[in-house]
């Protein structure tokens, strides 16, 4: 049974900081697995943030470039995205994803509300 555990959501003021982590728990070799933060939005469907691959270029949504930055460690089976100068159009609902060709799994979700 695999399992991805986002933490590290919460309230923020516009132009803050926060930091989200992704914990994945066990049968999985996560070194193989491209991982990915996505997020929803209310009334929104899902789309992408950030991808990165165990080797090779991340990818970016076009609204978040030079904002947020994902990182990954393989050794602590964990994903992170350092989301800086946040908006009130960046809250939403932020979704771990670890896809291995139509192999995927996705973690619960954790709130990012950005408000003054």
């Known amino acids: 049974q695999v399992q991805l555990v986002e933490s590290g959501g919460g309230l923020v003021q516009p132009g803050g900081s926060l930091r989200l982590s992704c914990a994945a728990s066990?049968?999985?070799?996560?070194?193989?697995?491209?991982m990915g933060w996505y997020r929803q939005a209310p009334g929104k469907q899902r789309g992408l943030v950030a991808t990165?691959?165990?080797?090779?270029?991340?990818n970016y949504a076009d609204s978040v470039k030079g904002r947020f930055t994902i990182s990954r460690d393989n050794a602590k089976k964990t994903v992170y995205l350092q989301m800086n100068s946040l908006k009130p159009e960046d809250t939403a609902i932020y979704y771990c994803n670890a896809q291995y060709g139509t192999m995927g799994y996705w973690g619960q979700g954790t709130q990012v509300t950005v408000s003054s």
């Open positions: 066990g049968s999985i070799f996560i070194s193989i697995y491209v």
């Open positions: 990165i691959p165990s080797g090779g270029s991340t």
